[in-house]
Nanobody, 118 residues
């Protein structure tokens, strides 16, 4: 089984910063992609940022403000969030995708709340 443990959420004022971390443990063999998603109140879950084979992908709304990074040795993925805005308020989820014994897997973290006040 695989576990994803997220940390770093909380409350911050606008233009502040937060750093989210996600640590994966368990039966992990080959992680292809790691990413962060968020679900604002009353809205659908959306991609924030992902990293695959060293390539990063960001939602337009966070480009230039958020940075995703990955430590392959530790199986961790972090999200540095700067210049936060109230519209960044959401539950943030970590996600990993990979293959194990030639079968794909897809795991999500439990979510961490980020609240940005104006």
């Amino acid at each position: 089984q695989v576990q994803l443990v997220e940390s770093g959420g909380g409350s911050v004022q606008a233009v502040g910063s937060l750093r989210l971390s996600c640590a994966a443990s368990g039966s992990i063999f080959s992680i292809n992609a790691m990413g962060w998603y968020r679900q604002p109140p009353g809205k659908q879950r959306e991609l924030v940022a992902s990293i695959t084979a060293g390539r990063t992908n960001y939602a337009d709304s966070v480009k230039g403000r958020f940075t995703i990074s990955r430590d392959n040795a530790k199986n961790t993925v972090d999200l540095q969030m700067n210049s936060l805005k109230p519209e960044d308020t959401a539950v943030y989820y970590c996600r990993i995708q990979g293959t194990r014994w030639s079968r794909p897997y897809d795991y999500w973290g439990q979510g961490t709340q980020v609240t940005v006040s104006s």
